[in-house]
Every structure is written in C-alpha cells, then in structure tokens.
C-alpha cells in the first residue's frame, strides 16, 4: 500500500518536493523505478541522519508494530506542529497516535487495495491540529489513486473499514464464484478466467462511466420473463437473497474492526 501512494504521488504532473523512503527490505524494482525522481531510500530510520522538518510524513507499517514505528518516529524525526501525520495502519485510532506523539496534526486514512490501480476510495479523519492546508493537501495526494470522503467522526471508519476496505474482497471473491461455476458449464479455466473478470471490468465500468444509479442498469437489462429475471429472482429473494447475505458479512467485517481497534 506505501509503494501505491508513492507511485501515486510521485509519478503525478503535480508532485514538485522531495520523497524520503524508510523501508527494511527495499526491492530493487521500486529503487530502479524511481531513480531518476526525487525520492531518496533508507532501510532505517537511524540512517537519517540530517534534521529535516518533513511537511508530512506517511505511515504504511504494519498495525501490529504501531507502538515501535511511532516511538521511533518521535526518537528520530522532528515531529511537531508544523508536521502532518498520516497513517492508513488499520485499527489504529488516532488517540493511541496522540498518546505516542502528542496532539500533533494527525490524520488516518483508510484505502483499500484499488489503490494500487489508481482506481482506490480512501475514507479520511483528521484530529482537530489539522488545518485547511493539511486538508488539502491530503486530498491531493488521495485524488492520485482514486476517490476520497472525509467521515464526520472516527466511529464510521469501522462501517468503511468493512465496506471498502474488505470491498475489494467481496468483489474478487464474486469473480471467483463466476469462473468456477463457468468451469463447472464446461468451459476451460482460461475461458472462464476471461469470462468473470471481463463481466466485473465491463461492469464497473458501466456503473462509473455511465452516470447511471446500478439499480437502473440492473432494470435496465432485466427484460420481463428473460434470463436475467429468472437469474435475479434467486438473488433478490427477500430471505435468502445476496442483500442479507452481504449484510451479514459486512456486520461480522465491522465487528471484527471494533475489536481490533479496542485491542
Ligand atoms: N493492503 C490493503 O488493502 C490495506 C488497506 C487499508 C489499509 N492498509 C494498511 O496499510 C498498512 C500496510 O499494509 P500492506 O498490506 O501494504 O502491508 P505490507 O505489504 O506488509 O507493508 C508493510 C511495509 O512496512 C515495512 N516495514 C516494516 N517495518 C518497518 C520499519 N520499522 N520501518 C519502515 N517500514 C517498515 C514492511 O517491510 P518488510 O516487508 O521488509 O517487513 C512493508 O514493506 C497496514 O497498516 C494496513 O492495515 C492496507
């Protein structure tokens, strides 16, 4: 997920600063990638050895390593009011942030794995240090891999958290069931491979393109007594219909983000 907001900011028209990249393991594509930009490499923290006061710096760790990877942060970098803070490490509430760093300008924000394909939807929480500079230029850098909302309060970043953090899941899991049921009617893997993804990018892109709200598409290409209504019956069923179903996973996604968050 870092290497996707780096490759987001960096390859952007607009990006006009320098990068610095702390990361253990470096591969060597990402080095090569980004030779030629401004973005330097460290494989430890302890490695910066000049003082710069960063406008912003990104947490992209693990969640389980938060309390290490702040503390060092605070050990090693300037971290003060003029420093913007944001971390996408999910379940980590900006209050245990403020407990390590103090109440610098913080902001969580939650992407999801689309970003990677520039097509990401992060939700977005700042703390109240934030200001309408740090505002925007969060939003610039989450407009780089995709769309962004800013919640109302930090308690619907577990909704979102199961809605589209776990969302792309959802989906691929759909073009799973697809391809095997199209193995399953006879056509090869390849064939069915084919079949599920070009049936979730053809409709994404409808749904995006077209403007249209994707109760209307469905309706749209629902013809009475045709196929796709005897299909849809089976899953529109009011008891035992996908809409239940999903709303069932989602509640148990969100569940599961409260507990992690409260650990
Ligand atoms: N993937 C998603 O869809 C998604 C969505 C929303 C939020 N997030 C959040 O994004 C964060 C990263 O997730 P991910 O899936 O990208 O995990 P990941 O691939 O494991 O990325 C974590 C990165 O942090 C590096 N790292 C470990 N210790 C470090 C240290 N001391 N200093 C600097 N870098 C260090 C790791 O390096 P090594 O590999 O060398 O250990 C690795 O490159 C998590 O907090 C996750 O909750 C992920």
């Known amino acids: 997920m870092g290497s996707s907001l780096l490759e987001g900011i960096v390859k952007s028209d607009n990006f006009d600063g320098m990068v610095d990249v702390i990361e253990p393991a470096i591969q060597d594509f990402l080095k090569e990638d980004f030779k030629k930009r401004k973005v330097n490499f460290y494989s ?11 406008d912003l710096i990104f947490v992209a760790t693990k969640p389980n390593i938060y309390e290490e990877i702040f503390i060092s942060l605070k050990n090693n970098l300037i971290i003060n009011n003029e420093t913007l803070i944001v971390s996408i490490l999910a379940g980590i509430r900006i209050s245990k942030i403020e407990e390590i760093l103090g109440s610098v300008p913080i902001i969580r924000a939650m992407p999801n794995i689309a970003a990677s394909a520039l097509e990401g939807m992060t939700a977005l929480i700042g703390n109240k240090t934030i200001t309408n500079k740090d505002i925007l ?26 809605i589209s953090g776990s969302g792309p899941a959802y989906f691929f899991f759909f073009t799973e069931c697809l391809k095997n049921i199209a193995i399953e009617e006879g056509f090869t893997e390849d064939v069915s491979n084919k079949i599920s993804q070009q049936i979730i990018i053809g409709s994404g892109k409808l749904v995006k393109d077209s403007g249209i709200d994707p109760k209307e598409l469905r309706e749209n290409v629902t013809s009475p007594n045709g196929t796709t209504e005897a299909g849809l019956k ?3 069923d009011n008891e035992t219909g996908l809409l239940d179903k999903l709303r069932e996973a989602i ?8 507990e992690i968050s409260d650990n």
């Open 137 to 162: 230029n969060v939003d610039l850098i989450f407009e780089l891999i995709g769309e962004k909302i800013w919640l109302e309060n930090e308690t619907q970043m577990d909704s979102f958290t199961a």
């Open 234 to 236: 089976i899953l529109l």
């Open 251 to 258: 509640i148990e996604a969100k569940k599961r983000s409260i």
């Open 44 to 54: 430890d923290i302890k490695e910066k050895k000049d003082t710069i006061d960063y």
